[in-house]
């Protein structure tokens, strides 16, 4: 029983020895802590202080808008179409403002031009003739001048419808070149195999001397049936008809009749044979009747009426003038349609000049909708293009790193696909609000990036958003620093081993050193820790054994 009792008693004086020893030598007493206390501490001193925070994020290029064919917006041209001749930039090219893209050819353009072109010329026509000017004096022409009506061929006055002062009428005059007549005849099959076109005919006039030269001007190869004259019941067979050409000895006027004559040869007056039937002068060669219609609908007044009926008169000599308000309005029209031509078909030259496309920004082409030969339209999207000079991050930081972000803060960035490469960058925007991602409430912020037609949408950015820099300032570890009460404060340890506490005013912090404004000097030891922060069981005395010396 004693045996069994004893080693009970050994142990049981065992713990009670360690748990005394524990007591004694791990946990000194109050009065020996509270003079062996010892500080950590680092001086203030001056230096430079940055703030910012690192990210990352990939690159996104702003749209930068569609590769478009311009707009029409000139009436004139409404319904042009254009056929895509040739893709000067590929897919992925970097381009600059205004590089060409895409060369466009235009048939309805070139119709356009070509239409405009002789409705420009015709309507330089009529106002010359009008005017009785040259064409090329359209330029020079004075509205206050009135209308000059002139002679369209050298002849004779036979009608003149104009009286001063009065309204002009429907028809204005009639001129005939009398000094050629047309004289109809008809030839019987026994004297057409004798007769070309071309050939010289003597011709006898009723109550005329003599004989007059002409030349059949055109003969009909097809006989038809002869007419029947007055008393007959039928004719006298088939007949050829042909034309005469001749001059006019003097008076011979339309429906006079004349023999026509055969003569042996083209130099000879000497007749072969006489054509049975009889020639009819049908017309003169040249008769022109002015209409006033041709001038203009309108009310217009005859001031001066410059010949007489059957004055001889020049091709181009003025026959009447008309002016007033009316006419000076109409000429005015009639200048302004021929300058609204001429600066229709200068801007329609300027387009087949200019049948480009071109970038309409600096950037990557991101593609194309269409292919050559294809017909496209004004104002059709042929492709994309991405601003590759204006990019964008997207990205998070969470919410000890978001209070260090402003917006606009300057931002650098580097891409790994480009090393060395640096490019300027800004806060856009930052979330206000944060979303809780997988337990870690994360904020959006999205960079601008001023980029180079070097990056590409997709490439992995880094970003230093930079919160602010101060020089030559006095700093502090940030682990000095706490608050107390919403109040930043620091220990400062006095010579004579003293800790006073101070307050201060901050600025910048970053996760080693906090900027010190007011409050503590360069110089001066700031606690950054102390031997009572320790708790009881973290006091270790410089003996490490377990029990004490003998």
Known sequence: MIKKVIPIIVIIALVVGGGYYAITQLMPSVDEEETQINYSTSPAFRGDINVGVNTSGQLNASYGGGIRVPQVTDPDFYGISYVIAEFIAEEGDSLTAGDPVIRLTSNDLENRITELRGTLESRKDQLAQLLGISVRDIGSVNPYDGIVITSPID????????REGEELGSVIANIIDDSEVKMEFKARASDYEALYVGQRVLLKFDRFEGLYEGYIESLNPNAVPDNP??????????????????????????????????????????????????????SYVDEKRIFKNAISTEELIVTEVLVNQRDYVSKDQAIVRLAGAEVRLMIQNRLDEIQRIERTIGKADEMRNNLLITAPMDGVVAGFWRSVGEVISPGEWVGDIFNTNNMRVWTQVDDIDVVYI???????????????????????????????????IKYSVEISVSGSGALRPGMLAQCFIDAGESLDTVLVPIEAVFEQNGVSKVEILKEDNRVETVTIQTGLINYRYAEVLEGVAEGDLVVTGSTSDLLPSQHIQGNDRLLPNN
């Open 155 to 162: 002849g004779r006055v036979t009608e003149l419808h104009a």
């Open 229 to 282: 004259k007055d008393g007959q019941e039928f004719g006298v067979g088939f007949v050829h008809w042909g034309v005469i050409r001749a001059k006019n000895p003097g008076l011979v006027q339309p429906n006079m009749g004349a023999l026509i004559n055969i003569p042996i040869s083209d130099t000879s007056d000497a007749i072969e044979r006489t054509l049975v039937d009889k020639g009819r002068v049908t």
């Open 406 to 440: 402003r917006q606009d803060a300057p931002v650098v960035v580097t891409v790994d696909a480009l090393p060395g490469e640096v490019f300027e960058g800004k806060v856009s925007r930052v979330s206000q609000s944060g979303q809780d991602s997988s337990g870690v």
